[in-house]
């Protein structure tokens, strides 16, 4: 990929500028090029790879236990999610019925991986748009849930927790009592979100009617997660294949209709109130017994094919192990819900400013280890 | 559809393709020349609908490569997986289903990278993750680099 020696400006009357791979509002090392007439947008080319570690050929020589660690550095926002997509598709693969304790633990903990995550998102969301306090409040509530899952899991970011056939080990004493206390504080502060940006003209006026995409072509570019709901595409894999229990939980899909990036950032608003409605129903109801099936020491999947999927804070995940009865995968395939999504960059943002490119990138809530892997 | 609407109702159509149904989805076989045909079937026949290709990957068996197709119907709600059986491993082609989703685009650039199969009619055709001047396709199984350490 040659940045010098290229024309800056086309035959055309085409402005070309590289945006990144080292720009804050990339949120990671994405490079995009920008094909501009004035400061309209006539194409975009992302260029990838800059964080390509190859998880995937890795992963053919790593045992079914360890593989799923290198997945916590996938989308390391959601490790949690990532750790559950795989350990659910070995347990496919074994046949493993997994204790209730455990899967009502695994839901907890990616419920409040999500609501971390959204919190974060929406920091950095108005960050974007020019609003530096978002940030602050947002890390003020996300602390508190990196404290749960570093007294419970060990670590703050990337857990480990998920093994094949439940967690790795009980919850934390303190767990219960913790995470109802975090429950009250974020439960008070959604008011404050409200009023500090969705209600703010500033923030409408940037996002509203900006990176708009059809409900047909964000199918047909594979998007998934807040990106496809605020289009009005059902796509909650918790919904509509559900693991671990969640289908005995009562909580709402988010749809929006608007398709633009306000849409989006509504369905993300919307989605937190949602995570916490599910740990409240669980939290006073995770069952006793034991956190963890008793599995072989060398895990080995019969020959075959297994496919598993989860919806992470960004959309569908999907795990696809090819197994030849050997003790590490044949092949393995991540299906990650970041790559399909900027891929609909372009169909978004062509046509619209350069600034509003910046919004469009914060409400697609990129992961760039994810797209690259 | 149940699986065996679908079956019959693929096998008017194409009554070469060969089916899989060991796993969890129902696997529809065929090889490099038939895909095309057999996947426009498939997005545009009201019955069928299958308009979310939610993974496109390839497996190496060493002596052919297969590449795999998920699709899932939202209005029908039903799934197939869709496999094609490359036979030239030195040279690996096959058409592109890039006009047909759009979401192809860069899941075949991400298997050209990797595993070198050149897909004809492609609009950008271009390694996606690894340098222009990078030689060979890392997740091919006869793929060597002096670099690589046994462990």
């Given at each position: 990929?040659?940045?010098?020696?290229?024309?800056?400006?086309?035959?055309?009357?085409?402005?070309?500028?590289?945006?990144?791979?080292?720009?804050?509002?990339?949120?990671?090392?994405?490079?995009?090029?920008?094909?501009?007439?004035?400061?309209?947008?006539?194409?975009?080319?992302?260029?990838?790879?800059?964080?390509?570690?190859?998880?995937?050929?890795?992963?053919?020589?790593?045992?079914?236990?360890?593989?799923?660690?290198?997945?916590?550095?996938?989308?390391?926002?959601s490790a949690h999610i990532n750790n559950q997509a795989c350990a659910l598709c070995v347990e496919?693969?074994?046949?493993?019925?997994?204790?209730?304790?455990?899967?009502?633990?695994?839901?907890?903990?990616?419920?409040?991986?999500?609501?971390?995550?959204?919190?974060?998102?929406?920091g950095c969301t108005g960050l974007d748009l020019g609003a530096v306090t978002p940030f602050f409040?947002?890390?003020?509530?996300?602390?508190?849930?990196?404290?749960?899952?570093?007294?419970?899991?060990?670590?703050?970011?990337?857990?480990?927790?998920?093994?094949?056939?439940?967690?790795?080990?009980?919850?934390?004493?303190?767990?219960?009592?913790?995470?109802?206390?975090?429950?009250?504080?974020?439960?008070?502060?959604?008011?404050?979100?409200?009023?500090?940006?969705?209600?703010?003209?500033?923030?409408?006026?940037?996002?509203?009617?900006?990176?708009?995409?059809?409900?047909?072509?964000?199918?047909?570019?594979?998007?998934?997660?807040?990106?496809?709901?605020?289009?009005?595409?059902?796509?909650?894999?918790?919904?509509?294949?559900?693991?671990?229990?969640?289908?005995?939980?009562?909580?709402?899909?988010?749809?929006?209709?608007?398709?633009?990036?306000?849409?989006?950032?509504?369905?993300?608003?919307?989605?937190?109130?949602?995570?916490?409605?599910?740990?409240?129903?669980?939290?006073?109801?995770?069952?006793?017994?034991?956190?963890?099936?008793?599995?072989?020491?060398?895990?080995?999947?019969?020959?075959?094919?297994?496919?598993q999927r989860v919806e992470t804070a960004r959309g569908e995940l999907g795990v696809y192990i090819?197994?030849?009865?050997?003790?590490?995968?044949?092949?393995?395939?991540?299906?990650?819900?970041?790559?399909?999504?900027?891929?609909?960059?372009?169909?978004?943002?062509?046509?619209?400013?350069?600034?509003?490119?910046?919004?469009?990138?914060?409400?697609?809530?990129?992961?760039?280890?994810?797209?690259?892997? | 559809?149940?699986?065996?609407?679908?079956?019959?109702?693929?096998?008017?159509?194409?009554?070469?393709?060969?089916?899989?149904?060991?796993?969890?989805?129902?696997?529809?076989?065929?090889?490099?020349?038939?895909?095309?045909?057999?996947?426009?079937?498939?997005?545009?026949?009201?019955?069928?609908?299958?308009?979310?290709?939610?993974?496109?990957?390839?497996?190496?068996?060493?002596?052919?490569?297969?590449?795999?197709?998920?699709?899932?119907?939202?209005?029908?709600?039903?799934?197939?997986?869709?496999?094609?059986?490359?036979?030239?491993?030195?040279?690996?082609?096959?058409?592109?289903?890039?006009?047909?989703?759009?979401?192809?685009?860069?899941?075949?650039?991400?298997?050209?990278?990797?595993?070198?199969?050149?897909?004809?009619?492609?609009?950008?055709?271009?390694?996606?993750?690894?340098?222009?001047?990078?030689?060979?396709?890392?997740?091919?199984?006869?793929?060597?680099?002096?670099?690589?350490?046994?462990?």
């Amino acid at each position: 990929m040659s940045l010098l020696g290229e024309d800056i400006v086309t035959e055309d009357g085409e402005f070309v500028i590289n945006i990144g791979p080292q720009h804050p509002s990339t949120h990671g090392v994405l490079h995009l090029k920008v094909w501009l007439d004035g400061e309209t947008i006539k194409r975009i080319q992302p260029h990838l790879g800059y964080i390509h570690r190859s998880i995937e050929k890795m992963s053919e020589s790593l045992s079914y236990r360890n593989f799923i660690y290198a997945t916590s550095r996938m989308d390391y926002l959601s490790a949690h999610i990532n750790n559950q997509a795989c350990a659910l598709c070995v347990e496919k693969g074994l046949q493993v019925e997994v204790p209730e304790r455990a899967k009502a633990i695994r839901i907890l903990m990616a419920e409040l991986t999500r609501l971390s995550s959204h919190q974060l998102w929406w920091g950095c969301t108005g960050l974007d748009l020019g609003a530096v306090t978002p940030f602050f409040y947002a890390f003020r509530e996300r602390e508190s849930i990196m404290a749960i899952m570093e007294e419970t899991c060990g670590a703050r970011l990337t857990q480990n927790y998920c093994v094949p056939g439940g967690v790795m080990y009980d919850i934390h004493p303190n767990f219960r009592n913790r995470v109802k206390d975090t429950l009250k504080q974020i439960r008070s502060k959604f008011n404050e979100y409200e009023e500090i940006l969705t209600g703010n003209v500033i923030f409408e006026q940037r996002t509203k009617g900006v990176g708009y995409i059809s409900a047909e072509d964000a199918i047909s570019f594979g998007c998934t997660g807040p990106t496809a709901r605020g289009s009005g595409v059902s796509c909650d894999v918790r919904k509509l294949f559900p693991y671990d229990g969640y289908e005995k939980l009562q909580f709402k899909e988010i749809l929006e209709q608007g398709g633009d990036c306000y849409a989006r950032y509504m369905v993300r608003m919307a989605e937190m109130k949602q995570s916490v409605f599910i740990i409240e129903q669980l939290i006073d109801n995770i069952p006793e017994g034991e956190f963890q099936a008793k599995t072989k020491m060398v895990l080995k999947l019969p020959k075959g094919e297994f496919y598993q999927r989860v919806e992470t804070a960004r959309g569908e995940l999907g795990v696809y192990i090819v197994s030849d009865g050997a003790a590490s995968p044949y092949r393995i395939k991540y299906r990650s819900p970041n790559f399909s999504n900027l891929s609909a960059l372009e169909r978004m943002a062509t046509g619209t400013k350069i600034g509003d490119l910046v919004a469009i990138m914060s409400t697609i809530d990129l992961v760039i280890p994810d797209v690259d892997r | 559809m149940t699986t065996e609407e679908i079956k019959q109702s693929v096998s008017a159509l194409f009554p070469d393709v060969t089916y899989d149904e060991a796993g969890e989805f129902l696997n529809v076989l065929t090889d490099s020349k038939g895909l095309k045909p057999l996947m426009q079937a498939l997005r545009r026949n009201s019955e069928f609908d299958f308009d979310y290709l939610f993974c496109l990957t390839c497996i190496d068996w060493k002596t052919h490569l297969t590449m795999v197709y998920h699709m899932l119907s939202k209005s029908n709600n039903h799934t197939v997986v869709v496999k094609a059986k490359i036979a030239d491993v030195n040279t690996p082609e096959i058409e592109t289903v890039c006009d047909i989703w759009e979401t192809a685009n860069f899941h075949e650039r991400e298997v050209f990278d990797l595993f070198g199969v050149k897909f004809i009619n492609h609009p950008d055709l271009r390694r996606i993750f690894l340098d222009e001047d990078w030689e060979g396709f890392p997740l091919r199984k006869n793929y060597v680099d002096e670099n690589m350490i046994e462990i």
